[in-house]
């Protein structure tokens, strides 16, 4: 990596971790060029997760409860 990219990763290293998650997402979408179809497809999926919420047919978990269910699979 070059000087710059190693000191914004440091700098990035300071912020809280659901910030450098947001953070690490944003970087990503900004390589490429998005397909259309999966685009359409995460639009889908996004809209269907929404109305399950809504209906009260999804059970939601905070961050902390998701993240120990993750981390404890490894």
Known sequence: MSQRADQLFEEAQTLPSEERAILALQLLDSVGEP????????????????????????????WHEASRRIFARG
Do not use: F, M, S
């Open 35 to 62: 397909e259309p179809e999966i685009e359409r497809a995460w639009r889908e999926e996004v809209q269907r997760r929404l109305a399950d919420i809504d209906a009260g047919r999804a059970k939601l978990a905070t």
